[in-house]
């Protein structure tokens, strides 16, 4: 009995662990691993003059990954959003 909550605060505490890697880190990550870069290099999002938007930047890169198959989920569309956000876009949310 002991050891089994013992087991679940493990699995609580590393719940945890993996949601402080998500927004902006994950993000990045994610952004590596899809084939942005095929068609994007960072200048696009340094300079951009077409997204002025927080929501329209979101809308772009669900865009952009559903052409290219990337298959994320809402969530990670997000994470991908925060990530260019906080490094290029820089939009208060
Ligand atoms: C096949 C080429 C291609 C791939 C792959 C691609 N994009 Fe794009 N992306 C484009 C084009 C073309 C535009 C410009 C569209 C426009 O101006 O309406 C764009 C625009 C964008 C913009 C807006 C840039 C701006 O003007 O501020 C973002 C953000 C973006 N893409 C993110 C991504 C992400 C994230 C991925 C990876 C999942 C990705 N793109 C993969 C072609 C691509």
Do not use: P
């Not at 691993?33 to 077409?50: G, L, V």
């Not at 929501?55 to 772009?60: A, F, G, P, S, V």
């Not at 669900?62 to 994470?79: I, P, Y």
């Amino acid at each position: 009995m002991m050891k089994f909550s013992k087991a679940g605060l493990l699995v609580a505490g590393l719940m945890m662990t993996t949601a402080a890697f998500g927004g902006a880190t994950e993000g990045k990550a994610m952004f590596d691993e899809a084939k942005c870069i095929e068609c994007h290099n960072t200048s696009d999002f340094a300079n951009s003059k077409k997204v002025h938007s927080f929501k329209q930047l979101e809308d772009r890169v669900q865009a952009c990954q559903l052409n290219s198959d990337a298959g994320w989920f809402d969530e990670d569309v997000t994470d991908v959003a925060d990530y260019l956000n906080q490094d290029f876009y820089k939009f208060k949310k």
